[in-house]
T-cell receptor, first 117, second 112 residues
Framework: GAVVSQHPSWVICKSGTSVKIECRSL??????MFWYRQFPKQSLMLMAT?????????EQGVEKDKFLINHASLTLSTLTVTSAHPEDSSFYIC?????????????FGDGTRLSIL | QKEVEQNSGPLSVPEGAIASLNCTYS??????FFWYRQYSGKSPELIMF????GDKEDGRFTAQLNKASQYVSLLIRDSQPSDSATYLC????????????FGKGTLLTVNP
């Protein structure tokens, strides 16, 4: 089945650090990837939609200058949390839509747990 | 504001029983509906998806969709302790809008 690889799975860093999270579709091409954030005991909240070769579309309330998204190829999207602070600590999850089998559900990565000290 | 509502639970059922999970959605334009299972600390795992009114069965799982009532449900037959998890309902838009709106999830506990 379709696999989405997310890296790293867990990161701890100091306040003020920038952190990059990668989302790769391993056996399919993804023109669209989605970035979600999930706080403890909460549901997944869509942060942004990442489109290959174009600018990401951010959801209301998500700061585009803080959460930089790059989708430079059909198999890779990256989310960079710039100048991270403790309130950015969360579980970040990406998903990807298969360009060919576009009517199939999104495939989710395993998530990245980010802890800012 | 598109919303997906779920009973937060927790829902507790004995092993072997039927677990019934419910979900309502506010956007009548929603075309696709998904049930995900999420274990603590893990990413969501797709259980079922349904696009048309009626029932869809896959093994021990049955998804039911009623667009007129804007209601989606998931039945789990012969519940097992390994089914204990949070179940997330999600609704997606139609056409080229593939964004998903998730409910807050229902915590299911299956007691041995």
């Amino acid at each position: 089945g379709a696999v989405v690889s997310q890296h790293p799975s867990w990161v701890i860093c100091k306040s003020g650090t920038s952190v990059k999270i990668e989302c790769r579709s391993l056996d399919f091409q993804a023109t669209t990837m989605f970035w979600y954030r999930q706080f403890p005991k909460q549901s997944l909240m869509l942060m942004a939609t990442s489109n290959e070769g174009s600018k990401a579309t951010y959801e209301q309330g998500v700061e585009k200058d803080k959460f930089l998204i790059n989708h430079a190829s059909l198999t890779l999207s990256t989310l960079t949390v710039t100048s991270a602070h403790p309130e950015d600590s969360s579980f970040y999850i990406c998903s990807a839509r298969d360009r060919v089998n576009s009517n199939q559900p999104q495939h989710f990565g395993d998530g990245t747990r980010l802890s800012i000290l | 504001q598109k919303e997906v509502e779920q009973n937060s639970g927790p829902l507790s059922v004995p092993e072997g029983a039927i677990a019934s999970l419910n979900c309502t959605y506010s956007d009548r334009g929603s075309q696709s509906f998904f049930w995900y299972r999420q274990y603590s600390g893990k990413s969501p795992e797709l259980i079922m998806f349904i696009y048309s009114n009626g029932d869809k069965e896959d093994g021990r799982f049955t998804a039911q969709l009623n667009k007129a009532s804007q209601y989606v449900s998931l039945l789990i037959r012969d519940s097992q302790p390994s089914d204990s998890a949070t179940y997330l309902c999600a609704a997606g838009g139609g056409g080229s809008n593939y964004k998903l709106t998730f409910g807050k999830g229902t915590l299911l506990t299956v007691n041995p």
